[in-house]
């Protein structure tokens, strides 16, 4: 079946890299994607990957996508006190309601 | 262009009593989507709409109808309400025109059932 996991909190200092990290189980997943929810908002698209494509960078965002080992991962370079906020991972179901899968999301904290 | 809209954006109910959730999207988006949103467990697919007049049951149907009278709104209904549907819902959408897919979310109603 379809699983998306994550890990539930990441504590950084502003000014260094953060990694979220996510395993996925659905080998056909085509789109996987990182959201952003911050306190008592929607969800906000970060980016997202192709499944074709090992890695996607845009901005300060870096996407890295390890088919083999169902891993996929979002680095924020020079992390934010503006970044604390829940990260998380979906991948897109391949039936033809195009449904999200998400995973329980990570609490980033950044520390000044 | 507001996007996803919900109304209201809190509610608190009385345990039996029944309610309607509004979503609108006015990107004439085909697809639309009913998650909830419990405390650690991310987000769940409760309905969807693939097209005006068509709807889905998702991963966690049980307790509510939803209906797609017109492209742009999708409705919830929560018929007699529970204490268990204590939740945040949100609503998204998406279309076919993006090869991604990606859904965009509204901003959550948040429901208190006592």
């Known amino acids: 079946g379809e699983d998306v996991e994550q890990s539930l909190f990441l504590s950084v200092r502003e000014g260094d890299s953060s990694v979220i990290n996510c395993t996925y189980t659905?080998?056909?997943?085509?789109?996987l994607y990182w959201y952003k929810q911050e306190p008592g908002a929607g969800l906000q698209l970060l980016t997202y990957?192709?499944?074709?494509?090992d890695m996607k960078q845009d901005q300060r965002l870096t996407v890295l996508l390890n088919k083999k080992d169902k891993h996929l991962s979002l680095r924020i370079a020079d992390t934010q006190t503006g970044d604390s906020a829940i990260y998380f991972c979906?991948?897109?179901?391949?039936?033809?309601?195009?449904?999200?899968?998400f995973g329980s999301g990570t609490r980033l904290l950044v520390r000044p | 262009n507001a996007g996803v809209t919900q109304t209201p954006k809190f509610r608190v109910l009385k345990t039996g009593q029944s309610m309607t959730l509004l979503c609108a999207q006015d990107?004439?988006?085909?697809?639309m989507y009913w998650y909830r949103q419990d405390p650690g467990m991310g987000l769940r697919l409760i309905h969807y709409?693939?097209?005006?007049?068509?709807?889905a049951k998702g991963e966690v149907p049980d307790g509510y109808n939803v209906s797609r009278l017109k492209k742009q709104n999708f409705l919830l209904g929560l018929e007699s309400a529970a204490p268990s549907q204590t939740s945040v819902y949100f609503c998204?959408?998406?279309?076919?025109?993006?090869?991604?897919?990606?859904?965009?979310f509204g901003p959550g109603t948040r429901l208190t059932v006592t």
């Open positions: 998204a959408s998406s279309t076919r025109g993006q090869p991604s897919y990606e859904q965009y």
């Open positions: 709409s693939v097209g005006e007049g068509t709807t």
């Open positions: 990957i192709f499944s074709n494509m």
């Open positions: 990107m004439n988006h085909e697809y």
């Open positions: 659905d080998s056909s997943s085509t789109y």
């Open positions: 979906a991948e897109r179901g391949m039936d033809s309601s195009y449904k999200l899968i």
